[in-house]
């Protein structure tokens, strides 16, 4: 009978360090299904964003004349959706990981926390492999990042927070309503044109902002630019709010998780 963990215990750290070599495998298995028979492998992590950026930038940058705070919308458009095709990537395979993998939860004990994770982590490898590619037409464009590149870390980690703690709640939520497979991909569709992906968040109303900032990636992408870029807006207001946003999201992912945790087996093994 498993029993979701009681108290401070709730974020068992212990417990996933001592099963870390099945967060390596599951992790590995992640990255090696995703690419499996392709014959460009891992290079769509880097055609994706750039075929994307390409487009946004002749509809967006060339026709509709959105503004990007004087740098090139090339490499505007590419700084947001880094993380942005990163994080809406998270999502989606969190969202169905559990059910996905049900026979692995049906029959054998082990966090199930580690699945989505291990989903987050595989994801970030393909984040770093991307970034390769914005470094590249930063040297092209002539941008050089000055000391806010220092705060990079923490963006990145805002970036992580907020899809694993998503990531658990669609997850979990998944188990039992398989609708929310069905409705994760159109909601983050649409949110791509709710976050300054695409443009700036200085179009944004002022009276708006607060309500913008509720967004749990308004900050991360904004952050994102501001510290590889030098522009757009750093450490503000708009900076606090996601920053509580995404602590209120991971650890009330993390409560939501273990809380539903126990009838995981039962729903998946019916």
């Not at 750290?13 to 870390?20: D, T």
């Not at 969190?94 to 291990?118: A, E, G, N, Q, W």
């Amino acid at each position: 009978m498993i029993q979701p963990i009681r108290g401070w215990r709730l974020l068992d750290l212990r417990e996933l360090w001592a099963y870390r070599e099945l967060i390596y495998f599951l992790t590995w298995r992640d990255i090696k299904v995703r690419y499996k028979q392709t014959a460009l492998g891992i290079t769509w992590v880097v055609l994706q964003p750039l075929a994307l950026m390409v487009i946004f930038t002749l509809l967006f940058g060339r026709l509709a004349k959105i503004p990007s705070e004087g740098i090139p919308y090339p490499l505007f458009a590419y700084a947001g959706l880094l993380p942005w095709q990163i994080f809406s990537r998270t999502l989606n395979e969190s969202t169905t990981s559990l059910v996905k993998d049900h026979r692995l939860v049906s029959k054998v004990y082990f966090p199930r926390m580690i699945i989505p994770l291990s989903v987050t982590i595989a994801a970030m490898l393909d984040f770093v492999i991307a970034s390769g590619v914005l470094f590249i037409l930063m040297v092209i464009y002539g941008a050089t990042p000055g000391l806010a590149l220092m705060s990079l870390p923490l963006f990145i980690l805002l970036m992580f927070m907020n899809a694993v703690g998503i990531g658990l709640w669609l997850s979990a939520l998944n188990v039992q309503y398989r609708d929310v497979g069905y409705a994760v991909p159109f909601l983050t569709q649409v949110l791509l044109f709710v976050t300054p992906v695409l443009y700036p968040s200085s179009l944004v109303p002022a009276k708006l902002r607060m309500i913008y900032a509720l967004n749990p990636m308004a900050g991360v992408i904004g952050g994102f630019r501001w510290a590889l870029l030098g522009v757009g807006e750093g450490f503000s207001s708009t900076l606090v709010v996601s920053v509580a946003i995404a602590v209120g999201v991971f650890f009330g992912g993390v409560v939501w998780f273990r809380a539903k945790e126990k009838g995981f087996v039962d729903i998946l093994g019916a």
